[in-house]
T-cell receptor
Framework: NAGVTQTPKFQVLKTGQSMTLQCAQDMNHEYMSWYRQDPGMGLRLIHYSVGAGITDQGEVPNGYNVSRSTTEDFPLRLLSAAPSQTSVYFC?????????????FGQGTRLTVV | EDQVTQSPEALRLQEGESSSLNCSYTVSGLRGLFWYRQDPGKGPEFLFTLYSAGEEKEKERLKATLTKKESFLHITAPKPEDSATYLCAVRRGTSYGKLTFGQGTILTVHP
């Protein structure tokens, strides 16, 4: 059981370039989320989805775009990369019923924008 | 606005020296407080979920407790392999998929 899979693990971009971070889960979870982790700031929510075709913004959505066409996949797009987007990005998925709502995380994508 | 504050930022222990990590929270309608462990270069790994004040959960050397304002992660007789960053997060209402995290506590256990 693979759980939550993120690709790539590492990426270096030039300022202004665009790219897509991939996230896939094989647990049939309804909810998926993207977080970024910066030193001393914990994880901050970028965007999340409550099911296929439904997405919403989190705490720090500017500069990022998401869509969810299937239950399994939730890609994160950087439209025009900026040095401030240098961070570690984590994708997570979870169920939506009480008693079993913990989120499962991928291994992360370390992004550097130069 | 939901807020989660963890203390201390870093904690150094000798092997066998028990201690506690604190997670203070402010959230309207708490529907879950979560503890995660994160090793360097890895994603957070789920440890516990607590739902109501007075609830306790245990796993090996770890025990998590919850009050109306804070949660504690007690570490009994820690070993070097317990060294990691411990993260606390809260979820409100029916906001599945939306967690608010604290900044974490870096735990180092020396042999």
């Amino acid at each position: 059981n693979a759980g939550v899979t993120q690709t790539p693990k590492f990426q270096v971009l030039k300022t202004g370039q665009s790219m897509t971070l991939q996230c896939a889960q094989d647990m049939n979870h309804e909810y998926m989320s993207w977080y970024r982790q910066d030193p001393g700031m914990g994880l901050r929510l970028i965007h999340y989805s409550v099911g296929a075709g439904i997405t919403d913004q989190g705490e720090v959505p500017n500069g990022y775009n998401v869509s969810r066409s299937t239950t399994e996949d939730f890609p994160l797009r950087l439209l025009s990369a900026a040095p401030s987007q240098t961070s570690v990005y984590f994708c997570a998925s979870s169920r939506g019923f009480e008693g079993s709502t913990e989120a499962f995380f991928g291994q992360g994508t370390r992004l550097t924008v130069v | 606005e939901d807020q989660v504050t963890q203390s201390p930022e870093a904690l150094r222990l000798q092997e066998g020296e028990s201690s506690s990590l604190n997670c203070s929270y402010t959230v309207s309608g708490l529907r879950g407080l979560f503890w995660y462990r994160q090793d360097p270069g890895k994603g957070p790994e789920f440890l516990f979920t607590l739902y109501s004040a007075g609830e306790e959960k245990e796993k090996e050397r770890l025990k998590a407790t919850l009050t109306k304002k804070e949660s504690f992660l007690h570490i009994t007789a820690p070993k070097p392999e317990d060294s990691a960053t411990y993260l606390c997060a809260v979820r409100r209402g029916t906001s599945y998929g939306k967690l608010t995290f604290g900044q974490g506590t870096i735990l180092t256990v020396h042999p």
